[in-house]
């Protein structure tokens, strides 16, 4: 039991045996600043309370602040944390290969990162507050799982962090239920279908501040279901109707939910650069047909329909399926790349010398130093951060500008990749980018929180071009002679077929059943390939050689 008050230069607490509890008796324990970021590795160069490698230690009551991680356990078998409040570090509680760990009542706040769980599987985390995490990404998230297996969430308070509330990534066999998620931006995020979030004895979900719906039957849930961001395409399908909303309920759940019918398929738009113009046609078009506005680059919008066509220093967004054009808005930058923001809003472009973001509505603009030489762009799904493939990997840029973060423009970290990558895709959920560097068969995987290389595997060929299928569990390459199938689970190619012309670029249609291939060399077109067996079933001809090919729901 602690005694008094400390403070302290470097760790405070270590615990070398099994079996102990750190009473902190209600004491403070002060660090020396939560020091430099040294993402990717986390940040432990000063620990409020450090455990490796024991079973059945607690750390209790008390306060953490100003250190690099307040609680960090790791290898840490049947630990527990609780009514302990950690604030101001780099994390909050770090908690790594464990296992069954309880982590119950603490407050974790304005911290970077809030609770971190990474390799931890059957653990409770149950009555936190995880709230008001701080902006300086990667981090600002209330909760994150990385490779969790079977932890139950409930009773806990996720609110106001600058980023993700909630994020899954790579993570299963999880249950959340009884917590209030409010103001996180965004909510959640979870790319797998067998994480619940709900209870499925009581059918009780969650209460979700943004959500929309109407309690018909006066159970204190909603028929509507909540949705959860990500390629699992997974609901919370009893969300409560008001904060804390389990404490009040008296009755059983009226069970309206039903899972979905299965999507209808969308009709779709094939869109592409050629010859210095924007051309769209039918998947089963003879020919493409130019829609009026030159292009030397274009980037599909997040309604899905609108595509933004950069030429030179001008930008038009254009609807693919009446070819409607907006005014020109012109650039101070010289762009080769153009991207849409997540925000559904902006646009963002990218020249050799400068980048600029741009309010297609307003038109304002906001322009940015950078020299990194852009080869590919992806947008990020958190707060107007673009992934640029560059000369040794891929910057991370930040892109705000205003009174809450002015510092636009700004490289915190470059993910190494050991090379210039020639081909670059983001998944759809945003937390996966597929990478190959020239010169290489490797396809590289990149965790877009942690800012890393998670993953490696050799495909047998350098490629062209790349393009994620809307169930992530499909990465379709497009190589010099032909087209590979990645099964990214297993991590090989399941299947691989010749194409007609040299491939330049790829895009997945959104109901997932057909790839389009972008052709050029000899052969001028847009391959449509079957994408349950990459079989060839149209080309759609084209009048020049294309650049870049993009698919429009309309």
Wanted: hydrophobic share 40%; proline share 5%; net charge negative.
């Amino acid at each position: 039991m602690l005694g008094n008050d400390l403070t302290c230069a470097g760790d405070a607490l270590v615990v070398v045996a099994d079996g102990v509890t750190v009473d902190l008796n209600g004491k403070l324990l002060t660090g020396p600043g939560m020091g430099p970021q040294t993402w990717p590795q986390p940040q432990l160069d000063s620990v409020g309370v450090r455990v490796d490698g024991r079973k059945g230690v607690t750390v209790r009551n008390g306060r953490i602040t100003d250190f690099s991680t307040a609680v960090y356990f790791v290898r840490v078998s049947g630990g527990t944390i609780e009514g302990v409040t950690a604030s101001k570090g780099r994390y909050g509680l770090y908690v790594h290969e464990s296992e069954r760990a309880t982590i119950r009542r603490n407050v974790v706040e304005r911290n970077i990162y809030g609770l971190h769980l990474q390799d931890t599987s059957e653990s409770l985390i149950e009555e936190n507050d995880l709230s008001r995490q701080t902006y300086n990404s990667p981090g600002g998230y209330g909760i994150y799982f990385y490779q969790g297996r079977a932890n139950r969430v409930m009773r806990n308070t996720i609110e106001n962090n600058v980023n993700w509330g909630v994020w899954y990534s790579s993570s299963r066999e999880n249950v959340f239920f009884h917590n209030n998620v409010i103001g996180n931006r965004p909510q959640v995020s979870d790319s797998r279908t067998d994480n619940l979030w709900h209870d499925p004895e009581t059918k009780e979900g969650n209460w979700w501040a943004d959500h929309v719906g109407r309690d018909g039957d006066s159970d204190g849930i909603s028929d509507t279901p909540y949705a959860i961001l990500g390629a699992g395409n997974t609901v919370d399908p009893y969300p409560f109707m008001e904060r804390d909303g389990w404490t009040k309920k008296t009755g059983l759940t009226v069970d309206h939910y039903r899972p979905p019918p299965p999507r209808a398929a969308r009709d779709v738009r094939v869109v592409a650069v050629s010859g210095g113009k924007l051309v769209a046609a039918s998947p089963r078009d003879g020919r493409a047909t130019p829609l009026g506005v030159g292009a030397t680059h274009a980037a599909l919008a997040n309604d899905a329909r609108t595509v933004y066509a950069l030429d030179g220093r001008s930008l038009v967004a254009v609807d693919a399926g009446t070819g409607a054009a907006s005014p020109r808005l012109e650039l101070t930058v010289d762009a080769l790349q153009v991207v849409a923001n997540r925000d559904g809003r902006n646009a963002f472009v990218i020249g050799p010398a400068a980048a600029e973001q741009i309010d297609v509505r307003a038109g304002t603009s906001t322009r940015f130093p950078y020299e990194g030489a852009p080869s590919a762009i992806a947008a990020s799904y958190k707060h107007n951060q673009m992934f640029i493939a560059t000369r040794d990997g891929i910057d991370m840029l930040y892109v705000r500008s205003g009174t809450s973060y002015t510092r636009g423009g700004h490289v915190p970290y470059t993910i190494p990749l050991g090379g210039t990558p020639v081909a670059m895709a983001m998944s759809g959920s945003g937390t996966r980018i597929y990478a190959m560097t020239r010169g290489t068969d490797v396809v590289q995987v990149v965790d877009t929180e942690q800012l890393v290389v998670i993953d490696r595997f050799s495909v047998g060929a350098e490629a062209t071009a790349m393009a994620v299928g809307p169930d992530e569990a499909s990465l379709y390459l497009t190589i010099a002679d032909g087209v590979l199938l990645i099964d990214l689970p297993g991590k090989r190619v399941s299947a691989r077929t010749p194409l007609p012309g040299r491939a330049v670029d790829a895009a997945v249609s959104p109901n997932g059943d057909e790839l389009y291939v972008a052709l050029a060399g000899a052969r001028l077109g847009i391959a449509v390939v079957r994408t349950i067996d990459l079989a060839i079933v149209h080309v759609i001809g084209l009048d020049a050689a294309p650049e870049r090919i993009l698919v429009a729901s309309i």
